[in-house]
C-alpha cells in the first residue's frame, strides 16, 4: 500500500500540501483524516526506509504546507528538516489530537466532533465532516475531558459499537450531548 501511496501522488500535480505520519501508528491516520480532507493535503506514511522516495516527490513541488504529525523516525525529520515543516507532537497522542483539532476548527469552526478510540474507520471521518477526538473504551482520557470541557463542542457522535460505555462517561465528566453510531464490526458476529 505504501508504494501505491508514492505512485499516486505522481499524478496529483496539483496537490501542494502534505501530512507526514508513521507508517505504524494508525491511528494518528486517523486524527489527520478530518483536517487532510479540508484542506486537500497528500498523507504520506513514512518511514527511514521510504523517506528519501519521498523527498523526491517532495523536491519537485511548489509547497504551501506540510505538518509532520505525531511520532515519526529521526530520519524522517532530519530529511525534511529544509522544507520547515510545521511538527505536531507534544510526545502524548490525546495531545497531539487536540492540537489537529484546534487546526481543523480554525479553517471550519464546528460544534460537533466524532469520537473514537481510533480503532474503527467510517465514512464520515474520512469525509472531514468534523473533526476526530479519541475517547478510551470506558474512560475519558484527562486532556479530551479538559479540552471538551473548555472548547464550543455541543454533540458528540459516538462511533464503535464497543463505545457505548464511554457514552455515559463523556456526557457526565464534559456535559456535550453524546450520540452513538452503531455498525456492524468485522471482528464482532453479530452485529448491533
Do not use: C, H
Request: cysteine-free; overall charge negative; hydrophobic content about 40%.
Amino acid at each position: 500500500a505504501g508504494n501505491l501511496n508514492l505512485r499516486l501522488i505522481e499524478d496529483l500535480g496539483e496537490i501542494d500540501s502534505f501530512i507526514i505520519v508513521d507508517d505504524s501508528y494508525g491511528f494518528s491516520a486517523i486524527a489527520i483524516a478530518p483536517y487532510a480532507s479540508i484542506t486537500k493535503s497528500w498523507v504520506f506514511f513514512a518511514n527511514s526506509l521510504n523517506i528519501f522516495e519521498i523527498d523526491s516527490i517532495l523536491s519537485k513541488r511548489d509547497i504551501k504546507k506540510i505538518i509532520i504529525y505525531g511520532y515519526t523516525d529521526r530520519e524522517v525529520r532530519d530529511t525534511l528538516s529544509k522544507y520547515n515543516p510545521e511538527i505536531i507532537n507534544k510526545e502524548d497522542r490525546f495531545q497531539n489530537n487536540i492540537e489537529i483539532v484546534k487546526k481543523y476548527l480554525e479553517i471550519k469552526p464546528t460544534k460537533q466532533v466524532a469520537l473514537s478510540n481510533g480503532e474503527f474507520i467510517e465514512k464520515e471521518i474520512m469525509k472531514g465532516a468534523e473533526p476526530v477526538l479519541f475517547t478510551g473504551k470506558e474512560n475519558v482520557p484527562d486532556q479530551i475531558r479538559d479540552y471538551l470541557k473548555n472548547s464550543e463542542i455541543e454533540v458528540g457522535v459516538l462511533i464503535g459499537n464497543d463505545l457505548v460505555g464511554a457514552a455515559t462517561n463523556i456526557r457526565r465528566t464534559t456535559g456535550i450531548s453524546v450520540m452513538v453510531k452503531f455498525a456492524r464490526g468485522a471482528r464482532s458476529q453479530t452485529g448491533g
